[in-house]
């Protein structure tokens, strides 16, 4: 066992004597050490009964001849840092959980590990220490939150909480209404109840091999929530004694198989930050140009909240994501024989699923769109690419030409927004919230929220360098790389310059002359750094752009 570095031989007499402080018996420390890593606090709706799966994991380890160690990762909720500077630090934290755990792990050479996030950058933050580890491993969620219900009975979630918002200041909702939304949308524990960037991430756990199935599905609020976090300490020891471990499991092939249940599912565009940063920490090189290829033979099965008015525990009880991959297997759209933490290959799982709800999701014979519901568009204003998750955007908004209404701040953007000054037919621009530029790279939920709370939501676009919220909907294209901290297109848009979007042709232009923008470019300075202090600034150096994921190099 990898413990007995640090339990074994008169050598390791003062290692074992402090373990003996811990209260563990002889007995418990000749077991394997497993380490259970859980983001639980009191300021994540999403991680606020991460304790209760933590003890029922520790259980599953205990039953199954483990001793179980748990030891915390951190957690920001994205919801409650939206709009503010607290943002800057959401992204960040995915590399501070990805270190520090890799940190913990090694020091106290665990031999296998039980991962417990649940929200946006615990997910991955903690795949990507999975993958960096290697040694065995099991992610088991908190499970997303049920979905809220008005007075009036209409069911809701934080999306339409935020587009509230935009509605109030639109003069369409009062204080009475926002004050439904408010108290009503977010009825019970759980990472939020759309498909929005911590459940895409979830089932994307599910897809790749690192999760049981129900992983990504299961409401928080369940029993059965508890019970599979039972299975999940159960099956880490099975994991331990037949030395599976991450690399085995996060093969290329499972990477091109979370990326084609991400198209059918409809997932947050910020799982094209996330896989290839995870990828990246496996040995696996995943490109930006390749979600265009996967998604012209991908259907697009699901339309959860921002996309439709479904949530994700209507899609547990159709069956979860081992039923939207048993759809996608019938067109051979999935590699079926890459190995799974349930110790077995994925076939296994995918032949036991049943779709029981053909409108929750679609057979593939009659799918929402042929084409998957995320695009990568590419021009002069995004020469590396940007992101749109286009099974959210309305139809009238997939091919767009209009004047560009240009900020250097999302406070900017959402003032101009608020006081009625972005028009029908306006394309915002909001630049040097990038990875570099931000630092950290904001997620715009507040802007897009607004935008669509206001009734523009079918005739204004918005393009960032920044990102979005899982939550966002409407043609809001993010990631676009360069950024303009870096010296990127988008820092030489001027006011009134048009900018034509074409999502199914994958495009998107400037309409300015190559000459003008070489003057542009020219003439340009990059302004002083938003932040020059603490960990922001060290993180502005080291990151990376966009387009491969916003890697620390």
């Given at each position: 066992m990898l413990s007995d570095n640090i339990k074994t031989g008169?050598?390791?007499?003062?290692?074992?004597?402090?373990?003996y402080a811990l209260g563990y018996t002889e007995e418990e420390i000749r077991r394997p050490l497993i380490g259970v890593v859980t983001s639980f606090n009191e300021i994540v709706p999403g991680h606020m009964n991460l304790d209760k799966i933590a003890?029922?994991?520790?259980?599953?380890?205990?039953?199954?001849?483990?001793?179980?160690?748990?030891?915390?990762?951190?957690?920001?909720?994205?919801?409650?840092?939206?709009?503010?500077?607290?943002?800057?630090?959401?992204?960040v934290t995915r590399d501070l959980i990805a270190d520090s755990t890799e940190a913990m792990a090694i020091a106290h050479q665990f031999d296998g590990l039980v991962m417990i996030p649940n929200c946006d950058k615990n997910v991955p933050g903690l795949l990507m220490a999975a993958a960096r580890i290697n040694v065995p491993t099991i992610l088991c969620s908190g499970g997303p939150m049920l979905a809220g219900r008005l007075k009036d009975g209409r069911r809701t979630c934080l999306s339409h909480m935020f587009e509230a918002v935009g509605a109030y200041h639109a003069g369409t909702l009062d204080e009475a209404g926002v004050r439904d939304y408010e108290e009503n949308a977010c009825p019970t524990c759980g990472s939020c109840s759309g498909m929005y960037t911590a459940n895409s991430m979830n089932c994307l756990a599910e897809a790749i091999g690192m999760a049981l199935p129900g992983n990504g599905t299961i409401p928080a609020a369940y029993s059965a929530r508890l019970?599979?976090?039972?299975?999940?300490?159960?099956?880490?020891?099975?994991?331990?004694?037949?030395?599976?471990?991450?690399?085995?499991?996060m093969t290329e092939?499972?990477?091109?198989?979370?990326?084609?249940?991400?198209?059918?599912?409809?997932?947050?565009?910020?799982t094209m930050l996330h896989l290839p940063a995870i990828a990246h920490e496996a040995g696996v090189t995943i490109s930006l140009d390749a979600a265009n290829a996967?998604?012209?033979?991908?259907?697009?099965?699901c339309h959860l909240a921002p996309a439709g008015d479904t949530f994700m525990e209507d899609l547990d009880l159709a069956g979860g994501v081992a039923a939207v991959m048993k759809e996608?297997?019938?067109?051979?759209?999935?590699?079926?024989?890459?190995?799974?933490?349930?110790?077995?290959?994925?076939?296994?799982t995918v032949n036991a699923a049943?779709?029981?709800?053909?409108?929750?999701?679609?057979?593939?014979e009659r799918p929402y769109s042929e084409n998957g519901g995320i695009a990568v568009l590419k021009g002069n204003l995004a020469e590396r690419g940007c992101v749109v998750k286009q099974s959210a955007v309305a139809p009238a908004m997939m091919q767009h030409e209009g004047p560009a209404r240009v900020f250097d701040s999302e406070e900017e953007a959402i003032a101009a927004i608020y006081a009625k000054k972005i028009n029908p037919g306006d394309v915002v621009v909001i630049r040097y919230e990038g990875p570099k530029g931000g630092p950290g790279m904001r997620e715009m939920l507040n802007p897009t929220s607004a935008i669509c709370g206001m009734g523009l939501g079918e005739s204004v676009a918005l393009i960032t360098d920044g990102r979005f919220s899982g939550a966002t909907r409407g043609a809001s294209i993010g990631h676009v790389s360069p950024e303009a901290a870096a010296g990127g297109t988008i820092a030489f848009v001027e006011e009134g310059d048009r900018i034509r979007i074409n999502i199914p042709a994958c495009e998107i232009t400037l309409l300015v002359s190559d000459e003008e923008l070489a003057r542009r470019k020219a003439a340009w300075v990059c302004p002083e750094p938003k932040v020059k202090t603490g960990y922001?600034?060290?993180?502005?150096?080291?990151?990376?752009?966009?387009?491969?994921?916003?890697?620390?190099?």
């Open positions: 008169v050598e390791r007499a003062p290692n074992r004597s402090l373990l003890e029922a994991v520790k259980a599953g380890v205990r039953a199954a001849g483990g001793t179980p160690v748990l030891f915390p990762a951190i957690a920001v909720c994205d919801g409650i840092a939206m709009g503010h500077i607290g943002m800057k630090y959401s992204l019970r599979l976090a039972k299975h999940a300490g159960m099956k880490i020891m099975e994991l331990v004694e037949k030395n599976i471990r991450p690399r085995d499991i092939a499972a990477f091109h198989n979370a990326e084609t249940v991400d198209m059918a599912l409809g997932c947050s565009t910020n996967i998604s012209a033979k991908t259907p697009n099965l996608l297997s019938k067109k051979n759209l999935l590699d079926l024989s890459v190995m799974t933490v349930t110790g077995k290959p994925l076939a296994e049943e779709n029981r709800n053909e409108e929750i999701i679609r057979p593939v922001l600034a060290r993180y502005a150096k080291l990151v990376s752009s966009a387009d491969e994921g916003a890697i620390l190099q």
